[in-house]
Each structure stands twice: as C-alpha cells, then as structure tokens.
C-alpha cells in the first residue's frame, strides 16, 4: 500500500518548477546503489553498495546531506532522501526467509542510480 | 568487584546491600574529549552548563509509555491512525503535543497479517528517543545491530517471536534523517477494552518490533 504524505504534489496551475525542484525517482522506480567507497563519515551501510532495489516513498521535507554535513560542508543545501526497498535474497545469497523479506532503508539522492 | 555497602542509618535506606556506585575506571579517550569539548563550549560562552542539564533531563522525561498511548490511540481511533501513518511528526505533536526536539522525522511502520515490521540502526543507535526515551542496551550494541539485517528471523526467534512463513519481514534500518515506530498489530480479545487498558499492553520492544503485543502485559493493567 502507497502513502500519499511523503510524495509531494504535482505543480499546479502549470507553474514551472526550478531544476531539482522535482524528485529524481518516483515509487515504484527500479533503483541501484552506487558502489562507493568514500573516506570518513558515511550513512550508507557497506551491505547496501550496488544493490538493486525499489524506491518505496519519497522522504519529505528535503534534507542536507548527512555525509557532507558531517565535515561542515554543503551547510544549508538541502536534497533528497528517498526510502528503498531491497530484497533480502538480493543482499543476502544465501537468505532462506519468506522471498519477500526486505531490508528498508533511506538512501541521499546522490548515492542512487536508475537501474533497468 | 564485590564490593557492597550498607547506608548507615539516616540515609535514605532501602534495606538491601548493593554494589557501591562509585567510577573506579579512569576516563577514556572520548570520555575525555566530551568533556574537554564541554568544557570549552561552557567557557566560550557558547552554551550553558544549565542547558546540558535541562536537555538531560527532558531526554529522561521521555518514556515508552508516551509510544504506547499513540499505539493505543490509532487502535481505537481510525482517523488518528491514518494521520499517523501519513505523516507520524505531525500527528503525535498535534495529538499529544510531543515536541521531537531533535528535528527528526517518524514515520510510522504499520503491521498487518502479512508483513512484520522491525527496526535496527545498523551504523549507531537512532531511535525515535522524543517518543520511546533512551534505546534499550541489546539495540545499541554489535551483535543485534549487524545480525538484524543478516539473519532477521533467527535474532526475531531468540526473542522469542516466529514469524509465520507466509508473512512477510520487513526490516528498517534507521540512518539518517528519519525515526521508525512499529505500529503493532491490536492483540484478538481485546475489543472491550479502554485506550488506557490498551497503552498498558504495549511495550517497548513492540515498538521496536521485536515482539507482538499480547495479553500476557494485562497484569499491569491497575
């Protein structure tokens, strides 16, 4: 079932919005999480890198990156977490529960890419 | 250390013998710090001793039984628990006025009878504290923060809960902007009961969704 309160509304009265106004991903989008390896303070788990998964809400309001913000960098410059959904058998190989057990979690914009 | 003690006579006396509370360990290295950091800040003025003390004490304030009354309340109150579902912040600040002083977002995981829901925060320790208080000792540690998202059914059946094949487990990790409460499910037989008979079944590891609410908290029903 898709909640509604996390997703913000569509532009109204054809207004045009600004450039990243809008979230990259939308529920339901096939995503994959980068295989970085950045030094120092991260909020991405290590199981997660280059796991696919789909994108359950978007998270509202917009936030500043944690991971930057952690160094005192980007201050105020806000973007989007998103909550994912991923398989436990598409973590784990060996995973043995219900198929469609899961692992959620949210995600900063620049950690996901689309995948097909 | 064995050592015990016994309050001499005229002091608050309980009766009973007990391992005296004293630091016999000296400070560590980040022990240390905080206290240099604290130090310093209170020193420049920054902040106040005053305020650490009163932000101790509101975080003290903060208790389960704040979590179970909005349990209590969506079970008995449908338009509640769809607000809490949509946007879990704003509904517990306008129903019961709990402030979330730490600016965190909740979202409200609601369990049904074919998925489960259970929190973990596999990089610390965040937890919904405005609403819960502090995090019990097991989720804070290794063993419970790294096995949750590994082996979730085994650490769920060391709890003592199985959950049934055909539903569905889903595990939050909580990283970032974002606090989790699970929404258990209202135990069967308890149709006649009050909101308040309700809060008092519902305990912190259901919210945490380790366990389901059962009947077996109705003893402290008073």
């Known amino acids: 079932m898709q909640r509604t309160f996390f997703e913000p509304k569509a532009s109204e009265n054809d207004v045009v919005l600004y450039t990243d106004e809008e979230p990259s991903f939308k529920p339901g989008d096939h995503i994959r999480v980068l295989t970085r390896t950045p030094v120092g ?3 991405v788990p290590q ?5 696919r998964g789909v994108v359950e809400r978007v998270i509202a309001p917009k936030a500043v990156d944690n991971e930057a913000e952690g160094f005192g960098h980007d201050a105020g410059d806000k973007g989007r977490y998103y909550r994912i959904s991923v398989l436990m058998r598409e973590l784990w190989n060996d995973y043995s529960g219900n198929e469609q057990d899961a692992l959620n979690i949210e995600v900063y914009q620049n950690w996901l890419e689309t995948a097909g | 250390m064995e050592h015990t003690h016994i309050h001499a006579e005229g002091e608050e006396s309980h009766g009973h013998p007990h391992a005296a509370i004293e630091q016999t360990e ?27 003390r009163r932000q101790l004490e509101v975080l003290d304030s903060r208790t389960p039984a704040l979590g179970a009354k909005v349990v209590a309340r969506a079970w008995v109150d449908s338009d509640f628990r769809q607000r809490l579902l949509d946007n879990g912040r704003k509904a517990c600040e306008e129903e019961f006025g709990i402030s979330f002083y730490d600016d965190t977002e909740l979202i409200v995981l609601e369990n049904t009878p074919t998925v489960h829901n259970a929190i973990v925060c596999t990089l610390c320790s965040c937890y919904p504290r405005p609403l819960l208080g502090l995090p019990p000792d097991w989720y804070k540690i290794a063993p419970y923060r790294s096995r949750m998202v590994r082996e979730p059914r085994k650490v769920l059946a060391e709890f003592g809960t199985h959950i049934p094949d055909d539903v569905a487990l889903h595990v939050t990790d909580s990283t970032a902007q974002v606090r989790f409460l ?16 309700l809060a008092a079944l519902v305990t912190r590891d259901a919210m945490i969704g380790v366990i389901p609410v059962t009947l077996e908290n109705q003893e402290s029903v008073s």
């Open chain 2, 26 to 52: 000296a400070p560590g290295y980040y022990e240390i710090m905080e206290t240099a950091v604290r130090e310093l800040l209170i020193e420049k003025g920054l902040i106040k001793a005053g305020e650490i």
């Open chain 1, 41 to 43: 303070h991260y909020r």
């Open chain 2, 182 to 197: 699970v929404l258990p499910l209202r135990p069967a037989g308890t149709e006649s009961f009050t909101e308040q008979q």
């Open chain 1, 47 to 51: 199981y997660l890198r280059g796991k």
